[in-house]
């Protein structure tokens, strides 16, 4: 297994280092009128922490329809809104300030709860006019952070999903979700279920780093092999490809994956839009000083010049020689280590079929 050393230099003395989060900061809410202190230390004495406080929230409707032609799916449903997880470099932290807080520190201890996500859900798919399409759980933060093992709404919505057979595609880094094996195994003996792994690196040094609250690891990989051993199909998110950090594992993360039963791997490119850049090069100054400017150089240098990067083809692989070098050693992995293994399509049928019986007179 890669082995790489990953030196981390925290503040000085003057200041403190939150230690099992990612961000390090807390930008302002770009919606605010006021700014407040950046610091979320600031206040805390030497023995506290910033301790998470989950905020219960009632929407109106869950499923979100997917307009980006980078994503293959048509829907999206969040069950939560901010992810203790605390990865420093995801996309999904812009979306807090819609919230009312900061993508800094916040988004990772601030979370929204839609308790009564599964009633919602339901309600929209048994509609006479809903047609089956894959829906994407989640497509924004993960559906199996930490607090889903006392809540349980992501296995709520998963049982109702089950009961119209309908379409899901999962992603996660929490081996959480092997607890809903007896639910997942039913969907997949349907080809109504695929499950995306997302696996950062296989060095548990950078993945505490980058990751300070996800499944480590080795417990992703035993993930990766449980479900595939039940039958249940798994591609590997390579995601994001952080240069002078991670990209040299392109071929040993393929190795390991396969060898445990995935079927498939993508990956993507870190792009660092919004507060995300201040967040990622406060964190990348503050744990790596050495290669900071190397890493940030090589992330502008597949963006145009930018760290950050929405145009949709390109935000997710990014352009120029780097990102061909990647795409390159993508495509070759697969080739040597996915060859001739495929993910099943969804079977759209069955929900129509729950819903109409008659149709199954055709």
Same mark, same amino acid.
């Given at each position: 297994?890669?082995?790489?050393?990953?030196?981390?230099?925290?503040?000085?003395?003057?200041?403190?280092?939150?230690?099992?989060?990612?961000?390090? &900061?807390?930008?302002?809410?770009?919606?605010?009128?006021?700014?407040?202190?950046?610091? /979320?230390?600031?206040?805390?004495?030497?023995?506290?922490? @910033?301790?998470?406080?989950?905020?219960?929230?009632?929407?109106?409707?869950?499923?979100?329809?997917?307009?980006?032609?980078?994503?293959?799916?048509?829907?999206?449903?969040?069950?939560?809104?901010? !992810?203790?997880?605390? !990865?420093? *470099?995801?996309?999904?932290?812009?979306?807090?300030? *819609?919230?009312?807080?900061?993508?800094?520190?916040?988004?990772?201890?601030?979370?929204?709860?839609?308790?009564?996500?599964?009633? =919602?859900?339901?309600?929209?798919?048994?509609?006479?006019?809903?047609?089956?399409?894959?829906?994407?759980?989640?497509?924004?933060?993960?559906? *199996?952070?930490?607090?889903?093992?006392? =809540?349980?709404?992501?296995?709520?919505? %998963?049982?109702? @999903?089950?009961?119209?057979?309908?379409?899901?595609?999962?992603?996660?880094?929490?081996? @959480?979700?092997?607890?809903?094996?007896?639910?997942?195994?039913?969907?997949?003996?349907?080809?109504?279920?695929?499950? #995306?792994? #997302?696996?950062?690196?296989?060095?548990?040094?950078?993945?505490?780093?980058?990751?300070?609250?996800?499944?480590?690891?080795?417990?992703?990989?035993?993930?990766?092999?449980?479900?595939?051993?039940?039958?249940? /199909?798994?591609?590997?998110?390579?995601?994001?490809?952080? /240069?002078? &950090?991670?990209?040299?594992?392109?071929?040993?993360?393929?190795?390991?994956?396969?060898?445990?039963?995935?079927?498939?791997?993508? *990956?993507?490119?870190?792009?660092?839009?919004?507060?995300?850049?201040?967040?990622?090069?406060?964190? &990348?100054?503050?744990?790596?000083?050495?290669?900071?400017?190397?890493? =940030?150089?090589?992330?502008?240098?597949?963006?145009?010049?930018?760290?950050?990067?929405?145009?949709?083809?390109?935000?997710?692989?990014?352009?120029?020689?780097?990102?061909?070098?990647?795409? #390159?050693?993508?495509? &070759?992995?697969?080739?040597?280590?996915?060859?001739?293994?495929?993910?099943?399509?969804?079977?759209?049928?069955?929900?129509?079929?729950?819903?109409? /019986?008659? %149709?199954? @007179?055709?």
């Amino acid at each position: 297994m890669t082995n790489i050393l990953f030196k981390i230099i925290l503040m000085p003395e003057n200041k403190k280092y939150l230690k099992g989060r990612g961000a390090q &900061l807390n930008p302002a809410n770009r919606f605010d009128k006021f700014v407040y202190d950046s610091d /979320p230390a600031t206040g805390l004495g030497a023995d506290e922490n @910033l301790k998470t406080e989950y905020i219960g929230v009632h929407p109106k409707t869950m499923l979100n329809k997917v307009e980006s032609p980078d994503i293959p799916l048509g829907w999206s449903l969040n069950p939560y809104q901010g !992810c203790e997880h605390g !990865c420093v *470099y995801c996309y999904a932290r812009n979306s807090h300030n *819609y919230w009312g807080f900061s993508a800094g520190t916040d988004f990772e201890s601030k979370i929204l709860v839609k308790k009564n996500a599964a009633e =919602l859900v339901e309600e929209k798919i048994k509609g006479t006019n809903w047609k089956a399409m894959p829906i994407m759980l989640s497509g924004n933060t993960d559906c *199996y952070q930490p607090i889903e093992r006392k =809540l349980e709404i992501t296995r709520s919505i %998963l049982e109702v @999903l089950w009961r119209y057979r309908h379409p899901v595609s999962i992603i996660t880094k929490n081996s @959480l979700v092997l607890r809903d094996l007896n639910i997942l195994k039913k969907m997949s003996e349907n080809n109504l279920v695929h499950v #995306s792994i #997302s696996v950062t690196s296989l060095s548990e040094d950078l993945r505490r780093l980058l990751e300070p609250r996800t499944a480590s690891v080795q417990s992703r990989l035993f993930t990766i092999e449980k479900l595939s051993a039940n039958g249940i /199909p798994v591609n590997v998110m390579f995601a994001p490809i952080i /240069p002078s &950090l991670n990209d040299h594992e392109v071929f040993k993360i393929a190795e390991f994956t396969a060898k445990r039963g995935a079927r498939s791997m993508g *990956y993507t490119i870190v792009r660092l839009n919004g507060d995300i850049a201040t967040i990622f090069e406060d964190w &990348l100054r503050k744990n790596l000083p050495d290669r900071a400017d190397k890493v =940030l150089n090589k992330i502008r240098s597949v963006h145009g010049g930018q760290l950050g990067d929405s145009r949709f083809g390109d935000r997710m692989r990014g352009e120029g020689n780097f990102a061909d070098i990647i795409r #390159s050693q993508v495509q &070759l992995a697969r080739k040597k280590f996915f060859e001739g293994r495929e993910i099943p399509p969804f079977n759209l049928e069955l929900h129509q079929q729950i819903k109409n /019986p008659q %149709l199954k @007179l055709f």
